[in-house]
């Protein structure tokens, strides 16, 4: 089985920075992307930024210059600075990744549990 856990965020001012981190843990034989995700309430999940495996990023342009993906291939982890926060920020932020669990070619999505980010203004 695969277990993926977020950790991080909590509550900060407008202006301040967060930073949240997920790892992959169990049967994994190689990690493909690894992305960030939040919904806020009464609204639908939304991608927030991705890596891949190369280190290629895409970032939702509502974050573009003020989040950054990385990740740690070694320690199955990926990583999301935020900073200058906004209250439109608060949410919460999923960690999902897509990986192989043996050498065959299919991939597999798993979901962390979430994680609070909270900007007040």
């Known amino acids: 089985q695969v277990q993926v856990v977020e950790s991080g965020g909590g509550l900060v001012q407008a202006g301040g920075s967060l930073s949240v981190s997920c790892v992959a843990s169990?049967?994994?034989?190689?990690?493909?992307?690894m992305g960030w995700y939040r919904q806020a309430p009464g609204k639908q999940r939304e991608l927030v930024a991705q890596?891949?495996?190369?280190?290629?990023?895409i970032y939702a342009d509502s974050v573009k210059g003020r989040f950054t993906i990385s990740r740690d291939n070694a320690k199955n982890t990926v990583y999301l600075q935020m900073d200058s926060l906004k209250p439109e920020d608060t949410a919460v932020y999923y960690c999902?990744?897509?990986?192989?669990?043996?050498?065959?070619?299919?991939?597999?999505?798993?979901w962390g549990q979430g994680t609070q980010v909270a900007v007040s203004s």
């Open positions: 999902r990744v897509t990986l192989r669990t043996g050498q065959q070619a299919r991939t597999y999505q798993y």
């Open positions: 169990g049967r994994i034989f190689s990690i493909n992307d």
């Open positions: 890596i891949s495996s190369g280190g290629s990023t």
